[in-house]
């Protein structure tokens, strides 16, 4: 080991057991909150801080209704080197504005501190830590395991399956053409990243809703944009050897490499291995719209996240050698799309994929559960007629452009909507999907289409903050933090 590394372990160390003491001294949960595309982590994390600062009701939340906790309220920014999480500005847009928040693009850091009195009567503060990172980050961790040639291999692979090899079709002409023992040319490696990247962009759009698109500063690159450790792209290379010096090989090896340490092991020393607990948001429906194809790759990212976390009950050692969150939460986001008849086949979905992710990895170390939820709830209950038939349907405002058939919803007018019920699947070791969706074909062909809808028209109480609906924000917080408070 280089003798920089060494100085960076023994440093990491050092905070690490200062971490661990500090907890002891004034107990502090750091809670990471990550999520695939689309998947409403700026809105959770907002909402989330909203019930907790007005009192939400929540009445899975046992501290809460219990009446032990006394006061929470924002504390300063507990890192100088991170941004805070812009909690007003996305308040502002949700209840104000009735606009969903931006995507999350980078790390982003907010504190709270919880006064409550434990369960034998002990007055109390709990320092809790949110850190808002972008999934696309998490997924960028399996590369730490993996050479160039093992990514390239696997990335390769994946682009010619299903709807990915029509996607990655310019992208694969440009690399037939190359040659990865010939001497290393700069243009030929802008061009591959540049064709590569427009590839993963393009697995991203709706109609397909890919998520397993690693490296992710790929599709967010911010001022890493144009540098030689984001111009790499995989090589259909020969097994069994290694690369000439001076090659293309040897050059896009080399920025791999830097990728790896410049990027991804900073992230994982920085931030992720001292995350205490973590909630992993899926866009669910997004992925049934799609097709079959959308969610079979969303189970293979949750079995890539799942294989992210070396997990287990925090001690001093593991605190200083090997930080990991002891509970994770995956959550379907958007279950207002639907009514609540169909929550828990929502929540069956997902709870299958992750208990197979699970058993694929370590992940059985930490305790886990998989919940359906609206952080945010923009639609309501109705029972609609139908000649003599009544249907459960929600009532809400589709964002413009959305559509149903011919008809294209301009973001104004409030609509029922009868949103139907998911897909069965298949019984067996494999789950398997008999429907089509938006990658097949056009709007009319798909058997699905669940809408988005604009956030809901919140008035505020006099003198007061206005209330934002929610699913099953409560045992979310009750799983995450509710042991915390007792």
């Known amino acids: 080991m280089a003798f920089d590394d060494i100085l960076e372990e023994a440093r ?41 600062l007005h009192g939400t009701r929540l009445p899975v939340f046992e501290a809460l209704t219990s009446g032990r906790i006394a006061r929470v309220r924002l ?23 009735r606009q969903w928040p931006e995507s999350t693009r980078a790390i982003s850091e907010i504190r709270i501190e919880i006064d409550y009195q434990t369960k034998r009567g002990r007055e109390r503060t709990l320092t809790l830590d949110i850190v808002d990172y972008p999934g696309e980050w998490l997924l960028d961790l399996l590369l730490l ?3 160039y040639e093992e990514w390239s291999a696997e990335a390769i692979a994946l682009s010619r399956e299903g709807p990915r090899a029509a996607l990655a079709a310019q992208w694969h002409i440009h690399l037939n053409s190359l040659d990865p023992k010939a001497k290393a040319d700069e243009q030929h490696a802008i061009n591959a990243s540049k064709l590569f990247t427009e590839y993963l962009i393009a697995c991203r759009d709706e109609r397909f809703a890919m998520n397993l698109l690693p490296p992710g500063r790929f599709l967010m690159p911010g001022d890493l944009a144009g540098s030689p450790a984001v111009t790499f792209a995989p090589l259909d290379l020969p097994r069994g050897e290694t690369a000439p010096s001076g090659s293309l090989w ?83 986001t958007k279950a207002d799309h639907l009514h609540h008849l169909q929550h828990d086949r929502l929540e069956n979905i997902l709870a299958r994929m992750v208990k197979r992710a699970a058993s694929r990895s370590e992940l059985l170390g930490a305790k886990t559960d998989a919940i359906a939820i609206a952080a945010v709830r923009a639609t309501r209950e109705a029972v609609v007629t139908r000649g003599s038939e009544k249907l459960p ?83 979310a917080l009750q799983f995450l933090i509710g042991d915390r408070l007792e």
């Open 145 to 147: 395991d993996k050479t």
């Open 75 to 97: 504390a300063p920014q507990p890192d100088a080197a991170i941004p805070r999480f812009e909690y007003e500005k996305h308040l502002r847009d949700l209840a104000d504005l």
């Open 250 to 332: 040897e050059m896009m090896a080399s920025r791999y490499e830097a990728y790896r340490a410049r990027v991804v092991r900073p992230f994982f020393r920085e931030h992720f291995a001292r995350l205490d607990r973590q909630i992993v948001l899926a866009d669910v429906l997004s992925a049934i719209n799609s097709g079959p194809e959308a969610l079979s790759d969303l189970e293979q990212t949750l079995s890539a996240i799942a294989a992210c976390f070396n997990t287990g009950r925090r001690t001093l050692l593991s605190s200083i050698f090997k930080p990991r969150a002891d509970k994770i939460l995956f959550a379907a």
């Open 12 to 52: 990491l160390a050092g905070r690490a057991l200062a971490d661990y003491g500090g907890g002891l001294m004034r107990p502090t949960l750091r809670l990471g909150v990550t999520g695939l595309s689309r998947s409403g982590k700026t809105i959770f994390i907002t909402a989330l801080i909203h019930a907790l």
């Open 393 to 475: 349907a929600i009532v809400g405002t589709p964002l413009a452009g959305e559509r149903i058939g011919e008809e294209i919803f301009d973001g104004t007018r409030e609509t029922a909507i009868f949103p139907g019920a998911l897909p069965e699947f298949v019984e067996g070791e494999n789950m398997s999907w008999k429907f089509r969706g938006l990658a097949a074909g056009s709007h009319d062909e798909s058997d699905f289409r669940f809408l988005k809808f604009r956030p809901p028209l919140v008035e505020a109480p006099a003198g007061g903050e206005p209330a934002l609906p929610h699913i099953r924000l409560d045992r």
